[in-house]
């Protein structure tokens, strides 16, 4: 994988869990799981290594990093509550 793959990776990923998150607040569960898979598919090629980057190339992961990151927050926001109240929904029966 170049330098160049793996930035275009995590731009993919970024974009899937902006749109995931946007997914999550409009309750569209179907289409949030199409692009959880999508997302997992892109992170799979994670599992043979990636290269270290260097410079503005390790910079711009490190952004889009930060970005995916607040997304992954914005969809546990989200989707948490709603567990919290099906575990204890759950535990009531």
């Known amino acids: 994988m170049t330098s160049n793959e793996v930035l275009s990776m995590y731009e993919n ?3 899937l869990t902006g749109k995931m998150a946007v997914a999550a607040q409009s309750e569209d569960w179907n289409g949030f799981d199409s692009l ?4 997992a598919a892109q992170a799979a ?3 043979t290594g990636v290269p270290a980057l260097d410079g503005a190339k390790r910079l711009r992961k490190i952004d889009l990093l930060k970005q995916i990151m607040a997304n992954d ?4 926001d989200i989707t948490e509550p709603w567990m919290g109240q099906l575990d204890r929904a759950m535990r009531a029966h």
């Open 13 to 15: 990923i970024a974009g």
């Open 45 to 47: 090629a994670t599992a």
């Open 73 to 76: 927050r914005a969809i546990r």
């Open 36 to 39: 959880q898979a999508q997302c």
